[in-house]
């Protein structure tokens, strides 16, 4: 990558050279762009210019074809192999980001937004199958799109099994191991615990509508869709 | 529910010696409570009716002990009023006896209550109970080795069938209490050592105390404040805050968590087998009272029963024989002949027997039209409670509440207020949070008519085409579902939790209905009778003193420029708030000799059944949740009543009708 900068004419140059992750960084903006005007559709090098708002985008994406990442033909810009491969993980990270944030910490979609640009760039491939397996290697992002398969997805394609789910999203008569409740407030976290209702416990699914039903012990429950959403669970 | 506290304090005074019944909810203590004194208890399904504290004698030994039914609780560390109430008995320094009865197939959530005596260090004897049912589910435990660990004698028993409870009075001797180590987090084990020292002698442990204390307890203020200085409290409170640093999650979660590990750790030794329910007829239903499709039928005819029996049974058959033979003819002719003889002086005979008489009215409404009414809801909400369905009644109905910002649990109140809105709104009570409460009140003041306006209201739409009676119903419906919505964004307070325990269906116990029902029925005459009469005095000075006539010259215009409604349609309105079926009978009777055209009928119908309730259950809404709060309501329903109506006339006139 140092090969990179060097090639990098101008003003900007002295900038950059010390300070690689910022142009990493950009790269992988810009990547992340080509992946995601694709999927609407659009190949066009100058929508793509007209989008961005790295103000300096066109001697970054020069550098980027020198750098094999992608190739124009005519107006059109098409990803190579290694820019598919690097645009494809950082899509992958950038939506796994935007779920567990906006469904394990229940952030809003604009504070998710601006936390997973940032998180996109610093997940290592480990944390961001953790996540993924976390998930239950969740198919597409808060926003509908599909988030790209990684290793850890095709280990399980025979069955994907999601190793933590919200409650609701539980079989009728199957059965969850409780691995933590997210706290709405501490008055219910209390409640529920009184009523064996802690991680740990193993509650059954009995229905769900009109309204949840669940099964502890031999204690029937009617519970909120609310709460049954804040209790996350692991099949048994 | 739940009145007669002050002299039960009072009993809790008495230097006796106290059995006392402690448990999770349904789990039979009342059932036991009844066998141990002879006499019946409310015995309740529903979360929150037993708000009361039953008590009763019981001889052996050659002594005479006090028996307690405490509600039922889930924790110590009260989360309810309910577990307040029993925390609280135990708080009080009594030589007592106490009796935890466990339903054997929820013994996990029972030796929970027993790890918080034993940390009181209080001793306690265990039921086992419902044994039969538990061991029908492939369930065995080891009562020896159980006992073994807990330190205190366990019995088997099936309270339904008075099995082993002969055991209990043997059982009534003083023990010294035992222990059972539980490990809390570091912190708050560290916390416990620096509250305790602060404590004063108690009836509990200091250490238990020490713990309710830390898991932010605000139902020991009071208590507190009794015993000690106030720099003490806030040294504690400062402690509680400190501990608190250490955790992301409240400590009375954790402790609870630490609790129920030790519970299970104490389980896996003694217990073997998780079995299915068995496959009964009860158990059967019960789960197709639940269903998602059959539910709804079911849901229908129970609706429907509960209609035939205080619709029909109640309001008409039984109303009809009260009203018009036992008073009109058997009891009221003789009465103001004798009033009439007695009592020279026209005034107090108009007091007594005129038209808005204590006796021809106020009584009369009370005992031979609201009485028989409120009687037949009450065995049927009893039958409800007993069996179990009341819950799964909550279950089906949650999502419609839900719009309307409430739970399932507001379906009761409703319905009830569909034979009297008065006595609907004392029950709000059973509901968890204020705001809950507040707005069924405004609810029930708005859009429920009561079965005996309802009545009317039917006759009138019966001589109209279909349409309009459906119409009727998709206005208060709509306008009850708005309002709901909006009322709860706008009152401020906690939305509470809908978690419901639900117990399994059974058939109920009759013995235990009647006596449930013929307490409450008590209960209605001590508490809205009183009501009745007052709300008929006023308008009986209304009447006199012709403010009543000003009242209505002054609404007049009103009526008839924005209801487009004859002038006389206003006395009917007026009368309508001192008695809502008064008005409705007036508009019966102005549509039968043909003064209004059916556009009239369905303006003036709207109108009057959101207006203002009758002027007994504004007294009830004064009464449960404050003057200032029962005028706001009424403040809200005025204008909406003739907005709504106003608006209803507008549309039918544009498009003619």
């Given at each position: 990558m140092n090969r990179g900068s060097d090639l990098i004419k101008g003003p900007h140059r002295r900038r950059w050279g010390p300070q690689k992750e910022v142009e990493e960084d950009r790269v992988e903006e810009l990547l992340e762009l080509i992946w995601t005007l694709r999927e609407k559709g659009v190949f066009d090098l100058d929508r793509l210019l007209e989008t961005t708002s790295d103000i300096e985008a066109k001697s970054i994406l020069r550098w980027m074809i020198r750098d094999d990442l992608f190739e124009m033909e005519g107006n059109r810009v098409i990803l190579k192999e290694r820019g598919e491969e690097k645009a494809?993980?950082?899509?992958?990270?950038?939506?796994?980001?935007?779920?567990?944030?906006?469904?394990?910490?229940?952030?809003?979609?604009?504070?998710?937004?601006?936390?997973?640009?940032?998180?996109?760039?610093?997940?290592?491939?480990?944390?961001?199958?953790?996540?993924?397996t976390f998930l239950g290697h969740p198919p597409t992002c808060i926003h509908g799109k599909p988030i790209p398969r990684g290793e850890c997805c095709t280990k399980f394609k025979k069955e994907i099994k999601p190793l933590v789910i919200p409650l609701d999203e539980l079989g009728l008569s199957e059965e969850g191991r409780i691995v933590f409740i997210a706290p709405k407030s501490h008055q219910r976290l209390d409640r529920l615990s009184t009523l064996g209702i802690v991680p740990g416990s193993v509650l059954r699914m009995h229905q769900k509508s009109p309204s949840f039903v669940l099964q502890i012990g031999e204690t029937m429950l009617a519970l909120d869709k609310e709460i049954v959403r804040n209790i996350y669970v692991k099949k048994v | 529910m739940g009145s007669n506290q002050s002299t039960e304090t009072k009993q809790i005074r008495s230097p006796r010696e106290k059995v006392i019944l402690i448990g999770n909810p349904n789990v039979g203590k009342s059932v036991i409570f009844n066998y141990l004194t002879g006499k019946y208890a409310i015995v309740s399904n529903y979360p929150g009716t037993t708000v009361e504290v039953s008590s009763g004698t019981l001889s052996a030994h050659g002594k005479r002990f006090q028996v307690m039914d405490t509600p039922g609780v889930n924790s110590l560390i009260p989360m309810s009023?309910?577990?307040?109430?029993?925390?609280?008995?135990?708080?009080?320094?009594?030589?007592?006896?106490?009796?935890?009865?466990?339903d054997t197939k929820n013994i996990r959530r029972g030796l929970l209550i027993s790890l918080q005596l034993l940390e009181m260090g209080l001793p306690f004897t265990v039921l086992l109970n419902m044994w039969d049912e538990a061991k029908s589910r492939g369930i065995e435990i080891n009562i020896q080795e159980l006992s073994k660990m807990l330190g205190v004698p366990i019995l088997k028993t099936v309270a339904t069938r008075r099995k082993g409870l002969e055991k209990i009075k043997e059982n009534l001797k003083a023990r010294p209490s035992s222990s059972i180590p539980i490990h809390y987090p570091e912190a708050i084990e560290e916390g416990i050592l620096r509250i305790t020292p602060l404590l004063p002698e108690a009836t509990l442990s200091k250490r238990s105390l020490a713990l309710m204390l830390l898991s932010g307890d605000e139902s020991l203020t009071q208590w507190l404040n009794d015993h000690l200085p106030e720099d003490v409290i806030s040294q504690i409170e400062k402690i509680r805050q400190e501990t608190q640093v250490y955790f992301s999650d409240s400590i009375g979660y954790l402790i609870n968590q630490a609790r129920l590990k030790k519970v299970d750790e104490c389980l896996s030794k003694v217990m073997r087998g998780r079995g299915e329910a068995p496959r009964s007829i009860s158990s059967f239903l019960g789960k197709l009272s639940l269903h998602p499709f059959w539910g709804f039928p079911i849901l229908l005819i129970v609706l429907w029963i509960t209609y035939e029996v205080?619709?029909?049974?109640?309001?008409?058959?039984?109303?009809?024989?009260?009203?018009?033979?036992?008073f009109g003819k058997w009891l009221l002719p003789p009465l103001i002949t004798l009033i009439q003889h007695i009592l020279p002086i026209p005034l107090l005979q108009e007091f007594l027997i005129g038209p808005y008489g204590i006796i021809t009215m106020a009584l009369t409404y009370a005992l031979a039209i609201v009485l028989p009414i409120v009687g037949c809801f009450f065995l049927i909400f009893g039958l409800m409670e007993d069996s179990g369905y009341l819950p799964r009644l909550a279950v089906m109905t949650n999502h419609?509440?839900?719009?309307?910002?409430?739970?399932?649990?507001?379906?009761?109140?409703?319905?009830?207020?569909?034979?009297?809105?008065?006595?609907?709104?004392?029950?709000?009570?059973?509901?968890?949070?204020?705001?809950?409460?507040?707005?069924?009140?405004?609810?029930?003041?708005?859009?429920?008519?009561?079965?005996?306006?309802?009545?009317?209201?039917?006759?009138?739409?019966?001589?109209?085409?279909?349409?309009?009676?459906?119409?009727?119903?998709?206005?208060?419906?709509?306008?009850?579902?708005?309002?709901?919505?909006?009322?709860?964004?706008?009152?401020?307070?906690?939305?509470?939790?809908?978690?419901?325990?639900?117990?399994?269906?059974?058939?109920?116990?009759?013995?235990?209905?009647?006596?449930?029902?013929?307490?409450?029925?008590?209960?209605?005459?001590?508490?809205?009778?009183?009501?009745?009469?007052l709300g008929t005095f006023i308008l009986f000075i209304l009447h006199k003193t012709k403010i009543l006539t000003f009242l209505e010259w002054a609404a007049t215009p009103l009526i008839v420029h924005l209801l487009g409604l004859p002038a006389k349609v206003t006395e009917a309105f007026?009368?309508?708030?001192?008695?809502?079926?008064?008005?409705?009978?007036?508009?019966?009777?102005?549509?039968?000799?043909?003064?209004?055209?059916?556009?009239?009928?369905?303006?003036?119908?709207?109108?009057?059944?959101?207006?203002?309730?009758?002027?007994?259950?504004?007294?009830?809404?004064?009464?449960?949740?404050?003057?200032?709060?029962?005028?706001?309501?009424?403040?809200?329903?005025?204008?909406?009543?003739?907005?709504?109506?106003?608006?209803?006339n507008l549309v039918l006139t544009f498009f003619g009708a």
């Open positions: 494809r993980e950082i899509i992958r990270r950038h939506r796994l980001t935007e779920r567990l944030l906006h469904e394990i910490f229940e952030m809003s979609e604009e504070e998710v937004e601006e936390e997973a640009c940032k998180l996109e760039h610093i997940l290592s491939p480990t944390v961001t199958d953790s996540v993924c | 009023e309910d577990e307040r109430v029993t925390r609280d008995i135990l708080l009080q320094p009594s030589k007592s006896h106490l009796v935890q009865v466990i205080v619709g029909v049974f109640g309001a008409q058959t039984s109303v009809k024989f009260l009203e018009e033979t036992l419609i509440f839900k719009k309307m910002g409430l739970n399932g649990k507001a379906v009761l109140p409703m319905v009830l207020g569909l034979g009297c809105d008065t006595m609907a709104t004392m029950t709000t009570r059973i509901l968890e949070t204020e705001k809950d409460r507040t707005i069924v009140t405004l609810l029930l003041a708005l859009g429920i008519p009561c079965s005996a306006q309802l009545g009317v209201i039917l006759g009138m739409f019966a001589s109209l085409p279909l349409f309009y009676l459906l119409l009727w119903i998709f206005i208060i419906a709509g306008l009850l579902v708005v309002v709901g919505y909006l009322a709860s964004r706008v009152i401020p307070g906690e939305e509470s939790d809908f978690i419901l325990e639900i117990p399994p269906l059974r058939v109920p116990l009759i013995s235990n209905v009647v006596v449930k029902t013929l307490a409450r029925i008590e209960w209605y005459l001590k508490e809205a009778v009183p009501l009745f009469i007026l009368i309508g708030f001192l008695r809502r079926d008064y008005g409705a009978a007036g508009l019966f009777m102005l549509s039968k000799v043909g003064q209004l055209n059916p556009h009239q009928i369905l303006v003036s119908l709207v109108t009057i059944t959101l207006f203002v309730p009758c002027i007994a259950q504004f007294f009830m809404m004064a009464k449960e949740r404050g003057l200032k709060k029962a005028f706001l309501i009424s403040a809200v329903i005025v204008p909406l009543a003739f907005g709504v109506g106003g608006v209803v």
